[in-house]
């Protein structure tokens, strides 16, 4: 190479390293490693075990540090006082979404789990209120879980009590009751249209979840000029967008304005009520990607609980028969439970917060931004900075849940055995952008989980002893090993 382009670089790229310190240093942001250019800190991060990774860094930093993803400082909240004075003391400034430069361009703003501003605020209050208000309609929220879950239990019956990887079919369960709030009614099992559906939600999660697209997400040009997965992950998108539309399309043509039978028709009742106002939220193209949001939110998160939660109650036999005998106390065998049995089992229900507490299923939350520039502590966080709260370092917190790394239902009973609620219990994150769906995912969480145990008998594959309960690490969200078991239907007598 000629000497004078050898100069001309290093000359460059000492400047560039120049321009970056001044740049990164400037403003006041929390402490935190010190990047490189263009990578940031990317080579000090495991990204297989971020969960240590930020344990290290509180350590080193404090409970509020700096980290930059690529050239994006990115501020990460370690610990329940930083979390809860983030989410909840400051939660109108502390709600804002970070962007996500993949979804953004699929959804272009619209929805409510990736939206902003004024879009997010009345579509969340509108689903809020929507997925609340189901009572009302014909049919309860609560009806349709217990429908999905006699479904299950004829499923779990064919299989004969032989070895059996419930991954799918819960899988199914928790997507059938998205679709039966959405549309109406549930799908068969076996429907080719559903089958469909699930292949490319599946498919978009594992994506998402590949390094190659985390990349992206740091480097957002290159999404435009790289073929790559994200060119799958925009074709299955659409697909599902267009699927949605053919629905909405159906609901628009059966509507009676003044009996809304599902999601789609209270949306579409809102539309006609905002029909003369031009800025209204409530359009096709919203409801077709806050649809599709729920979809996303609703059914891995929950499935996975499911899956991840049986295996437990299988590594722990002594828990599974206390929550059996509660069962057979408070229910009987017979009736199906329902939310109200809930409120006579205390041990049931600590035994469900334990296990979304020790299976920590979104372990970094979703990633938030602050909506304007704030003074945080002794730092000043510039608008638009995007915040990590680590829900792990809440949820395994060693004073509020002493010995955190063991599942002890004991966590949340108090000393005469009564359910004891925490501030703690972060599973569903905290303030202004909880989950909307936390009470339809309890429901159903109750409502399988005792459904199936009040039937059925799980037999493990492996001695508990022998059974691994360890996440295997991935991108957003906590998995279970995969893993057979016996659904054995020895409780059909009495
Ligand atoms: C075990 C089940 C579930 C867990 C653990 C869970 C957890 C979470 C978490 C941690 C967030 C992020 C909150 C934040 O940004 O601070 C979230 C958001 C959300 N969840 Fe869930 N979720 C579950 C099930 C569901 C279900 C069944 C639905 C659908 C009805 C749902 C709908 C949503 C929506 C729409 C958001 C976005 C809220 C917003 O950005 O304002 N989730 N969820
Ligand atoms: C952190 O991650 C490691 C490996 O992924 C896992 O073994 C460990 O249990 C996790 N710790 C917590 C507190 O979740
Ligand atoms: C965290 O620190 C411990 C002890 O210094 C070290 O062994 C471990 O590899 C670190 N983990 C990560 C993910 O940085």
Redesign the pocket.
């Known amino acids: 190479m000629e000497p004078i382009v050898v100069l001309v670089f290093c000359l460059s790229s000492l400047l560039l390293v120049s321009l970056w310190r001044q740049s990164y240093r400037k403003g006041r942001l929390p402490p935190g490693p010190t990047p490189l250019p263009i990578i940031g800190n990317l080579l000090q991060l495991d990204m297989?075990?971020m969960?240590?990774s930020f344990r290290n860094f509180s350590k080193a930093y404090g409970p509020v540090f700096t980290l930059y993803f690529g050239m994006k400082p990115t501020v990460v909240l370690h610990g329940y006082e930083a979390v809860k004075e983030a989410l909840t003391d400051l939660g109108e400034e502390f709600s804002g979404r970070s962007d996500y430069p993949l979804i953004d361009k699929a959804n272009k703003g619209f929805g409510v789990v990736f939206s902003n501003g004024k879009t997010w605020k009345e579509t969340r209050r509108f689903s809020l209120m929507t997925l609340r208000n189901f009572g009302m309609g014909k049919r309860s929220m609560e009806d349709r879980v217990q429908e999905e879950a006699q479904t299950l239990l004829e499923e779990l019956r064919k299989t004969n009590a032989l070895p059996y990887d419930p991954a799918f079919i819960l899988k199914c369960a928790s997507c059938n009751v998205i679709c039966s709030v959405l549309f109406k009614s549930r799908f068969d099992y076996a429907d080719q249209i559903f089958l469909n559906l699930m292949e490319k939600f599946e498919e978009n999660i594992k994506i998402l979840n590949t390094p190659w697209i985390q990349v992206c997400n740091i480097f957002p040009i290159l999404l435009d000029y790289f073929p790559g997965s994200h060119n799958r992950f925009f074709k299955n998108y659409n697909d599902v967008r267009h699927f949605i539309l053919e629905k909405i399309k159906e609901h628009q043509q059966s509507l009676d304005l003044n009996n809304p039978q599902d999601f789609i028709d209270y949306f579409l009742v809102k539309m006609e009520q905002e029909k003369h106002n031009q800025e209204s939220s409530f359009t096709v193209e919203n409801l077709v990607n806050t649809a599709n949001d729920l979809f996303g939110a609703g059914t891995e998160t929950t499935s996975t609980t499911l899956r991840y939660g049986l295996l437990l109650l299988m590594k722990h036999p002594e828990v599974a028969a206390k929550v059996q005998e509660e069962i057979d106390r408070v229910v009987g065998r017979h009736k199906r439970p329902s939310m109200q049995d809930r409120a006579r089992m205390p041990y049931t229900n600590a035994v469900l917060h334990e296990m979304q507490r020790i299976i920590?299923i979104v372990?970094m939350n979703l990633p938030h931004a602050v909506n304007h520039g704030i003074q945080f502590r002794n730092y000043f966080i510039p608008k638009g900075t995007t915040i990590l709260t680590s829900l792990?370092s809440v949820l395994?917190d060693n004073k509020e849940f002493p010995n955190?790394?063991i599942f002890d239902p004991g966590h949340f009973l108090d000393e005469c055995g009564q359910f004891k609620r925490s501030d703690y219990f972060m599973a569903f994150s905290a303030g202004k952008r909880i989950c909307v769906g936390e009470g339809l995912a309890r429901m159903e969480l109750f409502i399988f989980l005792t459904t199936i145990l009040q039937n059925f008998n799980l037999k493990p594959m492996l001695d508990p002893n022998e059974i691994d309960v360890?996440?295997v690490?991935s991108g957003l969200v906590s998995v279970p090993p995969s893993y057979q078991l016996c659904f054995v239907p020895a409780r059909t007598d009495g």
Do not use: G, Q, R, W
Request: glycine share 0%.
């Open positions: 297989k075990d969960n240590n920590d372990p792990t395994y955190p790394e360890t996440s690490a």
